[in-house]
Protein backbone atom coordinates (compact mmCIF):
# COMPACT_ATOMS: atom_id res chain seq x y z
CA UNK A 1 0.00 0.00 0.00
CA UNK A 2 1.25 3.62 -1.33
CA UNK A 3 0.69 7.08 -0.24
CA UNK A 4 -0.21 7.98 -3.61
CA UNK A 5 -3.24 7.66 -4.40
CA UNK A 6 -3.99 6.65 -8.00
CA UNK A 7 -2.21 4.05 -10.12
CA UNK A 8 -2.35 6.67 -13.04
CA UNK A 9 -0.83 9.74 -11.15
CA UNK A 10 1.53 7.13 -9.17
CA UNK A 11 4.05 7.04 -12.18
CA UNK A 12 4.34 10.57 -12.80
CA UNK A 13 4.67 11.44 -9.12
CA UNK A 14 7.36 8.81 -8.22
CA UNK A 15 9.10 10.71 -11.61
CA UNK A 16 8.82 14.00 -9.97
CA UNK A 17 10.23 12.28 -6.50
CA UNK A 18 12.58 11.01 -8.54
CA UNK A 19 13.94 14.21 -9.83
CA UNK A 20 13.59 15.98 -6.41
CA UNK A 21 15.61 13.21 -5.26
CA UNK A 22 18.43 13.43 -7.53
CA UNK A 23 18.82 17.31 -7.66
CA UNK A 24 18.58 17.62 -3.97
CA UNK A 25 21.13 14.47 -3.73
CA UNK A 26 23.63 16.83 -5.66
CA UNK A 27 22.92 19.10 -3.51
CA UNK A 28 23.62 17.78 -0.48
CA UNK A 29 27.32 17.01 -1.70
CA UNK A 30 27.94 19.84 -2.85
CA UNK A 31 26.63 21.44 0.19
CA UNK A 32 28.95 19.68 2.23
CA UNK A 33 31.98 20.68 -0.09
CA UNK A 34 31.34 23.99 0.67
CA UNK A 35 31.10 23.76 3.97
CA UNK A 36 33.77 21.65 4.47
CA UNK A 37 35.96 24.27 2.71
CA UNK A 38 34.62 27.11 5.01
CA UNK A 39 36.04 25.27 8.09
CA UNK A 40 39.06 24.07 6.59
CA UNK A 41 40.02 28.10 5.29
CA UNK A 42 38.72 29.14 9.12
CA UNK A 43 36.66 31.39 7.32
CA UNK A 44 34.05 30.88 10.35
CA UNK A 45 35.57 33.28 11.94
CA UNK A 46 34.66 35.87 9.48
CA UNK A 47 30.84 37.19 9.91
CA UNK A 48 30.25 37.29 5.97
CA UNK A 49 31.29 33.49 5.26
CA UNK A 50 28.63 32.96 8.60
CA UNK A 51 26.62 34.43 6.97
CA UNK A 52 27.10 32.48 3.66
CA UNK A 53 26.94 29.21 5.69
CA UNK A 54 23.87 29.95 7.40
CA UNK A 55 22.61 29.65 3.83
CA UNK A 56 24.57 26.44 3.11
CA UNK A 57 23.19 24.97 6.60
CA UNK A 58 19.56 25.29 5.56
CA UNK A 59 20.06 24.04 1.90
CA UNK A 60 21.97 21.04 3.73
CA UNK A 61 18.66 20.50 6.02
CA UNK A 62 16.32 20.99 3.28
CA UNK A 63 18.48 18.33 0.77
CA UNK A 64 18.60 16.20 3.74
CA UNK A 65 14.90 16.41 4.08
CA UNK A 66 13.92 16.10 0.43
CA UNK A 67 15.99 12.55 0.14
CA UNK A 68 14.99 11.34 3.05
CA UNK A 69 11.44 11.15 2.56
CA UNK A 70 11.76 9.11 -0.93
CA UNK A 71 12.88 6.40 1.62
CA UNK A 72 8.98 6.65 3.23
CA UNK A 73 6.86 8.00 0.67
CA UNK A 74 5.92 4.83 -0.96
CA UNK A 75 4.54 3.23 2.80
CA UNK A 76 1.94 4.78 4.68
CA UNK A 77 3.73 6.10 7.16
CA UNK A 78 1.39 9.08 7.24
CA UNK A 79 2.78 10.59 10.57
CA UNK A 80 6.09 10.21 9.76
CA UNK A 81 4.64 12.26 6.71
CA UNK A 82 3.17 15.30 8.87
CA UNK A 83 6.65 15.13 10.43
CA UNK A 84 8.74 15.76 6.92
CA UNK A 85 6.23 18.11 6.02
CA UNK A 86 6.82 20.30 9.43
CA UNK A 87 10.52 20.22 8.69
CA UNK A 88 10.27 21.06 5.13
CA UNK A 89 8.29 24.09 6.10
CA UNK A 90 10.42 25.02 8.88
CA UNK A 91 13.58 25.09 6.63
CA UNK A 92 12.13 26.99 3.72
CA UNK A 93 10.94 29.60 6.18
CA UNK A 94 14.32 29.23 8.16
CA UNK A 95 16.10 30.06 4.53
CA UNK A 96 13.84 33.10 3.60
CA UNK A 97 14.41 34.56 7.03
CA UNK A 98 18.38 34.25 6.37
CA UNK A 99 18.11 36.12 3.07
CA UNK A 100 15.74 38.97 4.24
CA UNK A 101 18.28 39.69 7.38
CA UNK A 102 21.29 39.19 4.97
CA UNK A 103 19.93 41.54 2.34
CA UNK A 104 19.38 44.07 5.51
CA UNK A 105 22.65 43.42 7.02
CA UNK A 106 24.16 44.54 3.30
CA UNK A 107 21.60 47.65 3.06
CA UNK A 108 22.41 49.05 5.85
CA UNK A 109 25.95 48.67 5.77
CA UNK A 110 26.35 49.67 1.93
CA UNK A 111 23.88 52.66 2.02
CA UNK A 112 24.12 53.89 5.97
CA UNK A 113 27.24 52.93 7.02
CA UNK A 114 25.88 50.70 9.77
CA UNK A 115 27.50 47.61 10.89
CA UNK A 116 25.12 45.14 12.12
CA UNK A 117 27.49 42.09 12.91
CA UNK A 118 26.43 42.82 16.42
CA UNK A 119 22.45 41.28 15.39
CA UNK A 120 23.79 38.17 14.14
CA UNK A 121 22.23 36.38 17.09
CA UNK A 122 19.12 38.20 16.50
CA UNK A 123 19.39 36.72 13.13
CA UNK A 124 19.84 33.15 13.87
CA UNK A 125 16.74 33.60 17.04
CA UNK A 126 13.94 35.15 14.94
CA UNK A 127 15.04 32.75 11.69
CA UNK A 128 14.27 29.60 14.24
CA UNK A 129 11.44 30.54 16.50
CA UNK A 130 9.13 32.70 13.40
CA UNK A 131 9.54 29.45 11.35
CA UNK A 132 8.36 27.09 14.28
CA UNK A 133 5.39 28.88 15.05
CA UNK A 134 4.44 29.32 11.74
CA UNK A 135 5.28 25.84 10.53
CA UNK A 136 2.85 24.47 13.50
CA UNK A 137 -0.12 26.25 11.83
CA UNK A 138 -1.39 23.43 9.34
CA UNK A 139 -1.41 21.40 12.52
CA UNK A 140 -4.43 23.01 13.15
CA UNK A 141 -6.29 22.33 10.60
CA UNK A 142 -4.69 18.69 10.00
CA UNK A 143 -3.36 19.88 6.15
CA UNK A 144 0.25 18.08 6.55
CA UNK A 145 0.30 15.07 4.87
CA UNK A 146 1.21 14.27 0.63
CA UNK A 147 1.23 17.18 -1.86
CA UNK A 148 1.77 15.68 -5.12
CA UNK A 149 5.35 13.63 -5.22
CA UNK A 150 6.17 15.03 -1.47
CA UNK A 151 5.07 15.25 1.86
CA UNK A 152 3.97 18.66 2.67
CA UNK A 153 0.11 20.66 3.01
CA UNK A 154 -2.41 18.94 1.10
CA UNK A 155 -4.50 20.59 -1.43
CA UNK A 156 -7.38 18.60 -0.05
CA UNK A 157 -6.63 17.91 3.37
CA UNK A 158 -8.94 15.19 5.04
CA UNK A 159 -12.37 16.26 6.77
CA UNK A 160 -11.82 19.97 5.60
CA UNK A 161 -13.19 22.23 2.47
CA UNK A 162 -11.00 21.20 -0.86
CA UNK A 163 -9.83 25.29 -0.80
CA UNK A 164 -7.95 24.90 2.84
CA UNK A 165 -4.85 23.31 1.38
CA UNK A 166 -4.62 25.93 -1.04
CA UNK A 167 -5.38 29.08 1.00
CA UNK A 168 -2.75 27.65 3.56
CA UNK A 169 0.03 27.10 0.81
CA UNK A 170 -0.30 30.53 -0.65
CA UNK A 171 -0.95 31.95 3.14
CA UNK A 172 1.90 30.43 5.24
CA UNK A 173 4.57 30.09 2.25
CA UNK A 174 3.70 31.68 -1.35
CA UNK A 175 2.85 35.16 -0.66
CA UNK A 176 5.26 36.13 2.04
CA UNK A 177 8.04 34.34 0.61
CA UNK A 178 7.86 35.77 -3.03
CA UNK A 179 6.79 39.62 -1.43
CA UNK A 180 9.63 39.13 0.59
CA UNK A 181 12.01 37.47 -1.76
CA UNK A 182 11.01 40.68 -4.15
CA UNK A 183 11.81 43.09 -1.82
CA UNK A 184 15.10 41.53 -0.94
CA UNK A 185 15.74 41.31 -5.03
CA UNK A 186 14.89 45.30 -4.98
CA UNK A 187 17.10 46.02 -2.17
CA UNK A 188 19.98 44.36 -3.43
CA UNK A 189 19.91 46.02 -6.96
CA UNK A 190 19.50 49.62 -5.28
CA UNK A 191 22.53 48.69 -3.00
CA UNK A 192 24.73 47.52 -5.99
CA UNK A 193 23.84 50.79 -7.50
CA UNK A 194 24.64 52.62 -4.51
CA UNK A 195 28.05 50.92 -4.25
CA UNK A 196 28.88 51.11 -7.96
CA UNK A 197 28.25 55.40 -7.99
CA UNK A 198 30.49 55.34 -4.75
CA UNK A 199 33.53 53.25 -5.51
CA UNK A 200 33.96 54.06 -8.77
CA UNK A 201 35.70 57.40 -9.12
CA UNK A 202 34.24 59.93 -11.70
CA UNK A 203 37.19 59.82 -14.41
CA UNK A 204 39.06 58.03 -16.83
CA UNK A 205 42.32 56.68 -17.16
CA UNK A 206 44.14 56.28 -20.36
CA UNK A 207 42.72 53.49 -21.11
CA UNK A 208 39.42 54.70 -21.62
CA UNK A 209 38.03 52.69 -18.32
CA UNK A 210 37.25 53.55 -15.24
CA UNK A 211 39.27 54.00 -12.46
CA UNK A 212 38.59 52.45 -8.97
CA UNK A 213 39.64 52.36 -5.58
CA UNK A 214 42.03 49.13 -5.04
CA UNK A 215 40.85 48.12 -1.75
CA UNK A 216 37.30 49.16 -2.33
CA UNK A 217 37.13 47.53 -5.31
CA UNK A 218 38.58 44.31 -3.66
CA UNK A 219 35.86 44.49 -1.12
CA UNK A 220 33.21 45.25 -3.81
CA UNK A 221 34.00 41.76 -5.19
CA UNK A 222 34.24 40.01 -1.81
CA UNK A 223 30.43 41.32 -1.41
CA UNK A 224 28.95 40.13 -5.05
CA UNK A 225 28.61 36.58 -4.19
CA UNK A 226 27.09 37.13 -1.04
CA UNK A 227 24.37 39.13 -2.10
CA UNK A 228 23.40 36.80 -5.04
CA UNK A 229 21.60 34.33 -2.41
CA UNK A 230 18.54 36.23 -1.96
CA UNK A 231 17.97 37.57 -5.90
CA UNK A 232 18.92 33.75 -6.96
CA UNK A 233 16.95 32.15 -4.19
CA UNK A 234 13.68 34.53 -5.09
CA UNK A 235 14.26 33.37 -8.95
CA UNK A 236 14.20 29.73 -8.03
CA UNK A 237 11.12 29.96 -6.29
CA UNK A 238 9.00 31.85 -9.44
CA UNK A 239 8.42 28.62 -11.24
CA UNK A 240 6.71 26.68 -7.88
CA UNK A 241 4.97 29.65 -7.44
CA UNK A 242 3.35 29.72 -11.16
CA UNK A 243 2.60 26.08 -10.64
CA UNK A 244 0.78 26.68 -7.74
CA UNK A 245 -1.35 29.44 -9.43
CA UNK A 246 -1.92 27.53 -12.10
CA UNK A 247 -3.10 24.21 -9.90
CA UNK A 248 -5.62 27.06 -8.12
CA UNK A 249 -6.83 27.66 -11.19
CA UNK A 250 -7.36 24.15 -12.71
CA UNK A 251 -7.13 22.08 -9.56
CA UNK A 252 -8.62 18.75 -11.62
CA UNK A 253 -7.09 18.76 -14.88
CA UNK A 254 -4.18 16.65 -15.74
CA UNK A 255 -2.39 17.65 -18.67
CA UNK A 256 1.09 18.42 -20.62
CA UNK A 257 1.26 22.20 -19.33
CA UNK A 258 0.21 20.90 -15.65
CA UNK A 259 3.16 17.83 -15.81
CA UNK A 260 5.77 20.29 -17.26
CA UNK A 261 4.96 22.81 -14.35
CA UNK A 262 4.97 20.38 -11.50
CA UNK A 263 8.37 18.81 -13.20
CA UNK A 264 9.98 22.31 -13.69
CA UNK A 265 8.67 22.87 -9.78
CA UNK A 266 10.54 19.87 -8.62
CA UNK A 267 13.87 21.13 -10.36
CA UNK A 268 13.81 24.53 -9.05
CA UNK A 269 12.58 24.15 -5.48
CA UNK A 270 15.73 21.96 -4.53
CA UNK A 271 17.93 23.92 -7.37
CA UNK A 272 18.45 26.74 -4.93
CA UNK A 273 20.45 24.27 -2.27
CA UNK A 274 22.34 23.51 -5.12
CA UNK A 275 22.91 26.88 -5.92
CA UNK A 276 23.66 28.23 -2.41
CA UNK A 277 26.36 25.62 -2.25
CA UNK A 278 27.93 26.56 -5.47
CA UNK A 279 27.11 29.71 -4.42
CA UNK A 280 29.86 29.78 -1.10
CA UNK A 281 32.21 27.85 -2.97
CA UNK A 282 32.66 30.51 -5.89
CA UNK A 283 33.22 33.47 -3.04
CA UNK A 284 35.97 31.23 -1.41
CA UNK A 285 37.61 30.40 -4.41
CA UNK A 286 37.23 34.06 -5.78
CA UNK A 287 38.45 35.66 -2.60
CA UNK A 288 40.68 33.33 -1.20
CA UNK A 289 42.53 31.69 -4.09
CA UNK A 290 43.59 32.67 -7.33
CA UNK A 291 43.20 30.69 -10.59
CA UNK A 292 46.08 28.44 -9.91
CA UNK A 293 45.73 27.71 -6.22
CA UNK A 294 47.80 30.83 -4.96
CA UNK A 295 45.72 32.68 -2.19
CA UNK A 296 44.77 35.88 -3.13
CA UNK A 297 45.81 38.72 -0.34
CA UNK A 298 42.45 39.29 2.53
CA UNK A 299 41.08 42.50 1.96
CA UNK A 300 40.16 43.98 5.96
CA UNK A 301 36.89 45.94 6.02
CA UNK A 302 34.85 46.03 8.71
CA UNK A 303 31.75 44.05 7.39
CA UNK A 304 34.01 40.88 6.81
CA UNK A 305 35.48 40.56 10.30
Known amino acids: TTLFRSNNSSDF ?22 AVMVFVYKLHRKTVYRLALYQVFTALAMAAIHVSQAAIINYREELLCKAFAYLSLFVEWTKLLLSAWVTLHLFCFAVFYRNLR ?22 TT ?7 SWCWIRIRPVGVSNTTGMIEQFALWYGPSLFLLFTCSIAMTLMMCVLQRRLCRRRL ?19 L ?10 IFNIPPFIYRVYRAIVPHHRSAVHDTLAILSAITTSAWCLAAGLTLIVHILMTQLSIFGRKRKYVKVDLWT
Not at 13 to 34: E, H, R, W
Not at 128 to 137: D, E, M, T
Not at 142 to 148: F, H, I, M, R, V
Open 13 to 34: YKTALIVDSGTNGASFLVCMVA
Open 118 to 139: RCELVYLVTSLVVPAVIASVPF
Open 205 to 223: DAGGRLCYKDEHWKAFKQL
Open 142 to 148: DSYGLAG
Open 225 to 234: PLAAYPIVYF
